[in-house]
C-alpha cells in the first residue's frame, strides 16, 4: 500500500506499508530415534530385541539366549542382563548408531570371572 500525505503546496510525504500475511513457521520435530527393536545380526547367531517403553528384552538361539536390559532417557544405548541354558549369565551394554544400523558393545560373563568380550551386530532388513 503506498500512501500520500499533504497539499498541493507541502512536499508530499511518502509512506510505504508493506502488508503481508507471514505465519510463524512451523516448528519442526527431529525425525523419530531409531529404535532397538528388530532382528540384529550377532555373534554366534541373530539376535532379536524388542522395546518396550524403555524396557528391552530378546533373545537369540545360541543356547536359548536371553536378554532383559533398559534404554537410557535418549533411546541410544541400552544396559542390563543376559542369560543362556548352559548356565552363563552376565550383563551388557549396547549402544546404537546414530543411523540406526548397528549395535556395539560388551558383555560381562559372571559365571566366567567377569569377563568382558566385544558384543556388536549390524541390523538385519529395515529399521
Do not use: C
Not at 13 to 22: F, G, M, Q, R, T
Not at 28 to 46: A, H, I
Not at 92 to 108: A, H, P, V
Amino acid at each position: 500500500m503506498l500512501a500520500l500525505t499533504g497539499s498541493a503546496g507541502d512536499k508530499a510525504a511518502i509512506s510505504l506499508i508493506i502488508v503481508a500475511n507471514i505465519e510463524p513457521p512451523t516448528p519442526t520435530r527431529p525425525p523419530p530415534l531409531p529404535s532397538f527393536s528388530g532382528k540384529w545380526d550377532f555373534e554366534p547367531q541373530p539376535l532379536t530385541l524388542e522395546v518396550q517403553g524403555d524396557k528391552v528384552a530378546g533373545s537369540y538361539p545360541f543356547f536359548n539366549g536371553q536378554i532383559e536390559g533398559r534404554l537410557s532417557k535418549d533411546g541410544r544405548s541400552a544396559t542390563g542382563t543376559w542369560k543362556q541354558s548352559n548356565g552363563l549369565e552376565g550383563r551388557f551394554e549396547l549402544k546404537m548408531s546414530s543411523d540406526g544400523k548397528q549395535i556395539n558393545g560388551r558383555r560381562w560373563s559372571k559365571t566366567k570371572g567377569d569377563i568382558g568380550d566385544a558384543w556388536s551386530g549390524e541390523r538385519l532388513g529395515k529399521g
